[in-house]
C-alpha cells in the first residue's frame, strides 16, 4: 500500500508540473480563446454551452490577468483534484491500496493526463459525473447529509456545464433506480433536496433556449450532427484502445463485464448504469453523429468510472501481470503523448507538427498576426472598426489584444458550424451589425486557412459587397507556413472596386510525389481586378522557373463566373524544372504570384521528393 501511495502521489506531482508547464507554453486553442470571449459578457447561458465554463475563463484571467496560464488555471485546479477523487472512490468502495491504485490507473489515462491543459467543458463535466458517481456510492452504502451535498453540487456543476452532462445523468438514473437500495433513495429527503438543486440547475439554459427559440438544444441535438450512417464514425471508435491503452481498454471493457455479473450488489449496479449506458449510448450513435469535430474524448468520464474498479478486480482475481503490463504500457504511451505536447511548445516544434498534420491549426499563435494589428492601427484613426471573418479568429486576437468587446464577426461558415453565430448576434456583433460601420475606418482580418479553396473567391466577392472600396494591405503566414491571415482596410467614404489578393492553384504534382528529371508544374493563378504579370516557380524558397502563364483554363471560369481577372479565361500555367542537379531528398515547391501593381503572394507551397517517395503524414 506505501508503495502504491507513493508512486500515485509521485506521478500526480510529475503530471502536475508537466500540466502547468504546458498549460504556460502552450497557444490558446481557439474555443479557449471563445469561451474567455464570452467570459467578457457574462450571461447564464450562451448560444452554444450552459454558462460555467466561460464563468471559470473569466475567473481566471479576472485573478491572474490576460495570460493562457491565468485563463486555464480553474481548469488545472479542478483536473488536479480528479485523480483525488478517484482515490477517494475506490477506498470507500475497497480499499486503501484499491484506491491508490486507481488514482494512478486515472494517471494514466493519455486524456486523464492531460486534462486540464486546456480550458475546456469536459473538465468540469468529467469531474462532475464521477463526484456524481462517489456521491450515490456513498448514499448506497450509508445515507448521510454530507453525500446528498454532494450529489447536489455534482448535478449543478454537470447541468452548468453541457448539454452532454445529461447522457451521464441517465446512466446513473438507470444504476440508481435499477435496485431495491437505489430505489429506497428516492423516499430520502435530503436526496430528492439534492435532485432538485440538480434540476434547477438546468434552468438557465432552457430560459436561454425559450428566448432563442431553442436554438442551442437544436445545435447541441440536431443541426450539428448529419443523422444518416457514416462508417467514419466507426473508424474513430477504433481509436479507443489506444486512447486508453491496448491493455488497459481490455481491462475496462471486461470490468464492465464483472459489473453484469456482480449485479446483485447494487454498487455494481450504478457502476454498470453508469458507466454502461454513456458506452452504449456514445458507441451507438458513433456513425450517426457528428463527424465535423473530434468526439473521442466523450467517454472519458467511463473510462474513469470503470478504472475505479479495475485494480481491485485485477488483485481479486490474480492477475498480477496484468495490472503491471497495463501501468507500463500505458505509463509508455502518456510519454509519448507527452512528448509530442512539449514539442509542441518549442518555436520549431509547433510548426514542424502542424506541418505534418500533428497538431491543429487551430493551435496556431497568432503573436505576429496581433503585432501586423497593432502596426496597422498605428496609422488609422482610433474609431477604427475591428472585423474578424470568423469566431476563432476574432476570440483569438481580442485575446492577444485585450479588446474582448471591441471586435465584429462576419457571417462565416464556421460560426454557423460551432453554434457561434447566433451569440455575435445576441451580441450585436454580427455582419447585421456592420451597416453602423459604413462612417468609420475599417480593419478587416480574414482567416484564408478556415475557408475551402474553392470557397476563397466567392468569400472576396462577399467581402466587396459589404464593404466596397476595401484593400489588402498585408498579409501574415501562420501555422508553421500553412495558411494565412490576410489583412484588408477600408477608409471612410471608400466605394468602388476592391483590391483583391491573388489566388493560385498548383494542379501537378501532387503532394509527396516521387519526382526525378525533368518535372512538370502546371496550374491556374487569379488576380481579380488587377490581373497576373507573371508566375515564378520556386524550390525551396528560390526561383526554380518562370512559368508561362497565359494558357486557357476554362474550369477557373466555369466554377468562379465573377471572376474579373482580365486575362479570363487565359488563366493556366506551366513551367519545366530540370531536377537533375538538385540532391535527393525532401524539397519544397512553392508559387509566387506576382500582381501587374508589383504586390507578390506565395501560395501553394507543397513537399517533393526528389530521388526517393516521401509518404504523406
Request: net charge positive; hydrophobic share 55%; charged share 20%.
Amino acid at each position: 500500500m506505501v508503495t502504491a501511495r507513493r508512486a500515485f502521489v509521485a506521478l500526480w506531482l510529475a503530471l502536475a508540473v508537466l500540466r502547468l508547464w504546458l498549460a504556460w507554453r502552450l497557444p490558446l486553442f481557439s474555443d479557449e480563446a471563445w469561451y474567455w470571449l464570452e467570459g467578457q459578457r457574462l450571461a447564464w447561458g450562451y448560444s452554444d454551452l450552459p454558462g460555467s465554463t466561460a464563468w471559470l475563463a473569466r475567473l481566471g484571467t479576472a485573478l491572474a490577468g490576460e495570460h493562457p496560464l491565468a485563463l486555464r488555471a480553474p481548469f488545472l485546479a479542478l483536473a488536479f483534484a480528479l485523480p483525488w477523487l478517484c482515490v477517494r472512490c475506490a477506498r470507500r468502495w475497497f480499499d486503501a491500496q484499491a484506491g491508490w491504485q486507481a488514482g494512478i490507473l486515472a494517471l494514466l489515462l493519455p486524456l486523464g493526463s492531460v486534462l486540464g491543459v486546456l480550458a475546456v467543458p469536459d473538465v468540469v463535466l468529467v469531474l462532475a459525473s464521477v463526484l456524481a458517481f462517489d456521491a450515490c456510492l456513498a448514499l448506497l452504502m450509508k445515507a448521510s447529509t454530507r453525500a446528498a451535498t454532494q450529489l447536489a453540487l455534482a448535478l449543478a456543476l454537470g447541468a452548468l456545464c453541457h448539454y452532454r452532462f445529461a447522457i451521464a445523468l441517465a446512466g446513473g438514473a438507470v444504476g440508481l433506480l435499477a435496485s431495491a437500495q437505489g430505489r429506497a433513495l428516492l423516499r430520502d429527503r435530503r436526496v430528492l433536496a439534492a435532485l432538485l438543486v440538480g434540476a434547477l440547475a438546468w434552468l438557465p439554459i432552457l430560459v436561454f433556449n425559450a428566448q432563442q427559440h431553442d436554438a442551442g438544444l437544436r445545435f447541441q441535438f440536431v443541426d450539428r450532427h448529419p443523422w444518416h450512417f457514416h462508417a467514419y464514425g466507426l473508424k474513430l471508435q477504433l481509436l479507443q484502445p489506444l486512447l486508453t491503452g491496448p491493455l488497459l481498454y481490455a481491462g475496462l471493457l471486461w470490468t464492465l463485464w464483472q459489473a453484469w455479473r456482480r449485479r446483485a450488489d447494487p454498487r455494481w449496479r450504478l457502476l454498470l448504469g453508469a458507466a454502461g449506458v454513456p458506452l452504449a449510448v456514445f458507441t451507438g450513435l458513433a456513425p450517426f453523429v457528428d463527424i465535423q469535430r473530434l468526439s473521442l474524448h466523450w467517454l472519458l468520464s467511463t473510462w474513469l468510472l470503470l478504472a475505479i474498479a479495475v485494480p481491485a478486480l485485477l488483485r481479486e482475481h490474480g492477475h498480477r501481470r496484468w495490472r503491471i503490463g497495463i501501468w507500463i504500457s500505458n505509463f509508455a504511451l502518456c510519454a509519448g503523448l507527452w512528448g509530442l505536447a512539449l514539442l509542441a511548445t518549442a518555436p520549431v516544434g509547433s510548426p514542424w507538427l502542424m506541418r505534418l498534420g500533428l497538431q491543429p491549426a487551430t493551435f496556431a499563435s497568432i503573436d505576429a498576426v496581433a503585432a501586423a494589428v497593432r502596426a496597422q492601427r498605428a496609422t488609422m484613426p482610433a474609431n477604427t472598426a475591428r472585423v474578424a471573418d470568423d469566431f476563432e479568429l476574432a476570440a483569438k486576437l481580442a485575446f492577444a489584444l485585450g479588446e474582448g468587446r471591441h471586435w465584429y464577426s462576419l457571417d462565416h461558415r464556421l460560426d454557423a458550424k460551432h453554434g457561434r453565430a447566433l451569440q455575435w448576434a445576441i451580441w450585436g456583433r454580427d455582419e447585421g451589425a456592420l451597416e453602423a460601420l459604413r462612417s468609420r475606418p475599417l480593419l478587416l482580418l480574414v482567416d484564408e486557412g478556415a475557408l475551402h479553396p474553392q470557397a476563397r473567391e466567392p468569400w472576396n466577392r462577399h467581402l466587396c459587397d459589404l464593404f466596397p472600396g476595401l484593400r489588402w494591405v498585408d498579409e501574415v503566414a501562420i501555422a508553421g507556413g500553412r495558411d494565412a491571415v490576410l489583412m484588408y482596410r477600408r477608409d471612410p467614404g471608400a466605394t468602388g472596386a476592391c483590391d483583391y489578393p491573388a489566388l493560385a492553384r498548383m494542379r501537378q504534382p501532387d503532394a509527396g510525389a516521387h519526382v526525378t528529371g525533368n518535372l512538370i508544374v502546371s496550374g491556374w493563378a487569379i488576380v481579380d481586378g488587377i490581373g497576373v504579370a507573371r508566375v515564378e516557380v520556386l524550390l525551396d524558397g528560390r526561383v526554380a522557373a518562370l512559368a508561362h502563364y497565359g494558357v486557357e483554363d476554362v474550369e477557373v471560369r466555369s466554377q468562379w463566373p465573377q471572376s474579373d481577372d482580365p486575362a479570363q479565361p487565359n488563366v493556366g500555367f506551366s513551367a519545366r524544372l530540370d531536377l537533375r542537379s538538385i540532391a535527393p531528398g525532401a524539397h519544397t515547391l512553392a508559387l509566387r504570384v506576382v500582381a501587374r501593381d508589383g504586390r507578390a503572394r506565395v501560395l501553394e507551397r507543397r513537399q517533393l521528393w526528389v530521388g526517393g517517395v516521401l509518404r504523406e503524414p
